[in-house]
Structure formats: C-alpha cells, structure tokens
C-alpha cells in the first residue's frame, strides 16, 4: 500500500512563498495521477491542483491557477506544490492524493476519485 508523506507547511506572511512535498512510498507512485487539496477550519476540502502521470497538463482551482504550481518528480516519487503570493484566504491543512485509476490521461479535479491521502500539512498566511 503506497503512503503520502507531506512536508513544507509553516507560517508566512502574505505575499510569501512556500513550497509543499509529497513523497510516496512504494513503485507504483509514477503511474497515478497526483493532486493538491487544502482544507480550512468549518470548510469543505477542496481542490487546489493535480497534474497527470507524465507531469503534463496541471489542472488547477481558479482561485490558484496564477499563483500555484504543481509539479512532480517521478524518479523522486514526490509530488511539489510552490505557492506564490499567499494570501490569508490560503490558510488550510493542505493534503496531497493519488489518483485510484492508473494513467488517466487528464489529471482531474473530482475529490472522489483520489483513494490514496496523506496526513496535511499546515500553512498559515498571516502578518
């Protein structure tokens, strides 16, 4: 059973910077697309960002896309989430998943389809 280990969650002061880790255990890691959720006290989880297998065609929320940047490392086995320009609004424990189905094409934003979580990572934008 493959796990998630997050990592990089801390404070920082708004309009900073912060680059979250995932890495996972096992092989099966670079066959599986990963994603980015974040969860903020009394909110639903939501989604923040995946990208495919390969590492091609990032999705990401709107309210993210021009200051977030997914990537992943597959002979690392770990996913990366650089957060730019952080806002208070972006205060959440941030959770990273892989996807349940093997090679989708199109990585995709439905919380649903991610089986495998890892514990969070706290950020906190705050002056």
């Known amino acids: 059973q493959v796990q998630l280990v997050e990592s990089g969650g801390g404070l920082v002061r708004p309009g900073g910077s912060l680059r979250l880790s995932c890495v996972a255990s096992?092989?099966?890691?670079?066959?599986?697309?990963a994603g980015w959720f974040r969860q903020a006290p009394g909110k639903e989880r939501e989604f923040v960002a995946a990208?495919?297998?390969?590492?091609?065609?990032?999705v990401y929320s709107k309210s993210v896309e021009d200051r977030f940047t997914i990537s992943r490392d597959n002979e690392k086995n770990t996913a990366y989430l650089q957060m730019n320009s952080l806002k208070p609004d972006d205060t959440a424990v941030y959770y990273c998943?892989?996807?349940?189905?093997?090679?989708?094409?199109?990585?995709?934003?439905?919380?649903?389809?991610?089986?495998?979580w890892g514990q969070g990572t706290q950020v906190t934008v705050s002056s």
């Open positions: 990208v495919s297998w390969t590492g091609f065609r990032p």
């Open positions: 096992g092989q099966t890691f670079k066959s599986y697309a």
């Open positions: 998943a892989l996807d349940r189905k093997p090679r989708r094409t199109i990585a995709v934003d439905d919380r649903e389809v991610y089986d495998i």
